[in-house]
């Protein structure tokens, strides 16, 4: 296997990684996750992501490398009164009904009707509260904050890739350095993981598990394939969906939140440097696959020492992560005139975090976008 083809790899899972795991991390405490089930949560999703990557490249001869759902854990991190053994059985329910959207046409369909727009628009008020949340916090970080920002801000300009990663290095310069917190000492890590029986609350099911799905979809699945066509690639849509769908279902038994397909890592293992010839590129799959490993398997280090970290430092590398996100779903959601102001009902409703009979703000903020759209369809106005 080429150097080129392993160095994309690497980069690919360190910028996925490193760029959003203290969100994964958000979420897993805020659905009160032991620190076991913490760690057999990024344990089962990085072997979930490994698993799926090395198969579907393998059976397709396409270079498909997955993700995590990073919009998926901001709805995690976002809930309230959900326990974990609940927020396994929303894990599994959404994995199934990815994997059902690759299986049935007509459910694929019925996912693909919902307006791009209030898609977004969900999305971005998912998005939203974090990202004010870490930036309202850097006034308490001092000169901290302004390191942390010129650093995201100046490799971003080079590398938007890259920049949340430099972010991330540069805090960790800051939490352990001469005048911070000591590093926790590394040990050979034993990851394992844990089984959690999962419950099937039907609020939680639909305030949860049924955005989860469609966050997963909308911002995560649908881009991807569109990264793959871009790059002169037919995506495997119903494979990898089926695939997919059941990796987070399974996984989610195990505290995993939903793998998906991935668009920014995946342009940086798509394109001629890789490999020059194309047929053979799908080969990164496996390499990435074998960097996921190793990244799962040194999981519990890595929980470590991102807990080690200030508090404030962490709350704004997640809103600077989350900042390139929050600006696609925007541009999405007011692309079109006719849909703004369902999608601004859409979004500051789900950013509100109303939740009426237990069922969360994402999925009001979807229902009430909706309406709004078939109401300007029944009620026509008059023309002057």
């Given at each position: 296997?080429?150097?080129?083809?392993?160095?994309?790899?690497?980069?690919?899972?360190?910028?996925?990684?490193?760029?959003?795991?203290?969100?994964?991390?958000?979420?897993?405490?805020?659905?009160?996750?032991?620190?076991?089930?913490?760690?057999?949560?990024?344990?089962?999703?990085?072997?979930?992501?490994?698993?799926?990557?090395?198969?579907?490249?393998?059976?397709?001869?396409?270079?498909?490398?997955?993700?995590?759902?990073?919009?998926?854990?901001?709805?995690?991190?976002?809930?309230?009164?959900?326990?974990?053994?609940?927020?396994?059985?929303?894990?599994?329910?959404?994995?199934?009904?990815?994997?059902?959207?690759?299986?049935?046409?007509?459910?694929?369909?019925?996912?693909?009707?919902?307006?791009?727009?209030?898609?977004?628009?969900?999305?971005?008020?998912?998005?939203?509260?974090?990202?004010?949340?870490?930036?309202?916090?850097?006034?308490?970080?001092?000169?901290?904050?302004?390191?942390?920002?010129?650093?995201?801000?100046?490799?971003?300009?080079?590398?938007?890739?890259?920049?949340?990663?430099?972010?991330?290095?540069?805090?960790?310069?800051?939490?352990?350095?001469?005048?911070?917190?000591?590093?926790?000492?590394?040990?050979?890590?034993?990851?394992?993981?844990?089984?959690?029986?999962?419950?099937?609350?039907?609020?939680?099911?639909?305030?949860?598990?049924?955005?989860?799905?469609?966050?997963?979809?909308?911002?995560?699945?649908?881009?991807?394939?569109?990264?793959?066509?871009?790059?002169?690639?037919?995506?495997?849509?119903?494979?990898?969906?089926?695939?997919?769908?059941?990796?987070?279902?399974?996984?989610?038994?195990?505290?995993?939140?939903?793998?998906?397909?991935?668009?920014?890592?995946?342009?940086?293992?798509?394109?001629?440097?890789?490999?020059?010839?194309?047929?053979?590129?799908?080969?990164?799959?496996?390499?990435?696959?074998?960097?996921?490993?190793?990244?799962?398997?040194?999981?519990?280090?890595?929980?470590?020492?991102?807990?080690?970290?200030?508090?404030?430092?962490?709350?704004l590398l997640?809103g600077l992560?989350?900042?390139?996100?929050?600006?696609?779903?925007?541009?999405?959601?007011?692309?079109?005139?006719?849909?703004?102001?369902?999608?601004?009902?859409?979004?500051?409703?789900?950013?509100?975090?109303?939740?009426?009979?237990?069922?969360?703000?994402?999925?009001?903020?979807?229902?009430?976008g909706l309406?709004?759209?078939?109401?300007?369809?029944?009620?026509?106005?008059?023309?002057?």
């Amino acid at each position: 296997m080429p150097l080129s083809m392993i160095s994309a790899a690497l980069v690919a899972a360190l910028v996925g990684y490193g760029s959003t795991v203290a969100l994964v991390l958000a979420a897993a405490q805020a659905v009160g996750a032991t620190p076991a089930q913490t760690a057999s949560w990024l344990l089962a999703v990085c072997l979930a992501k490994a698993a799926g990557s090395a198969f579907l490249s393998w059976r397709t001869r396409v270079p498909v490398v997955l993700a995590w759902s990073t919009p998926g854990a901001a709805l995690i991190a976002a809930s309230s009164g959900i326990t974990m053994a609940q927020a396994v059985g929303a894990f599994v329910v959404a994995g199934a009904l990815i994997a059902l959207t690759g299986a049935l046409r007509p459910l694929g369909r019925l996912v693909a009707q919902i307006p791009d727009a209030i898609a977004a628009a969900m999305l971005a008020g998912v998005l939203l509260p974090f990202c004010l949340k870490g930036l309202a916090i850097s006034g308490q970080l001092g000169a901290n904050s302004l390191i942390l920002l010129a650093v995201f801000a100046v490799v971003r300009r080079a590398n938007p890739a890259l920049a949340v990663l430099a972010a991330l290095g540069a805090g960790l310069v800051l939490a352990f350095g001469p005048s911070g917190a000591a590093l926790p000492v590394f040990t050979p890590p034993h990851p394992a993981l844990t089984l959690i029986t999962p419950q099937f609350r039907p609020d939680v099911l639909i305030g949860l598990a049924l955005p989860l799905y469609l966050v997963t979809m909308a911002s995560q699945n649908l881009p991807g394939f569109a990264t793959l066509r871009a790059a002169g690639y037919e995506p495997p849509v119903g494979q990898a969906l089926q695939t997919t769908g059941i990796l987070s279902a399974l996984s989610g038994l195990f505290g995993a939140h939903t793998v998906s397909m991935a668009a920014i890592t995946a342009a940086i293992c798509l394109g001629d440097d890789v490999h020059p010839n194309r047929t053979k590129r799908w080969k990164v799959g496996l390499a990435y696959a074998c960097v996921w490993v190793m990244l799962g398997v040194a999981g519990p280090w890595v929980i470590a020492v991102l807990q080690s970290m200030p508090p404030n430092i962490l709350t704004l590398l997640v809103g600077l992560a989350l900042l390139g996100p929050l600006t696609g779903a925007l541009g999405n959601a007011y692309h079109a005139t006719q849909t703004r102001f369902a999608a601004t009902v859409t979004l500051t409703l789900t950013a509100s975090g109303l939740a009426i009979a237990g069922i969360g703000s994402a999925f009001w903020g979807l229902i009430a976008g909706l309406s709004l759209l078939a109401l300007d369809q029944v009620v026509k106005p008059k023309r002057p």
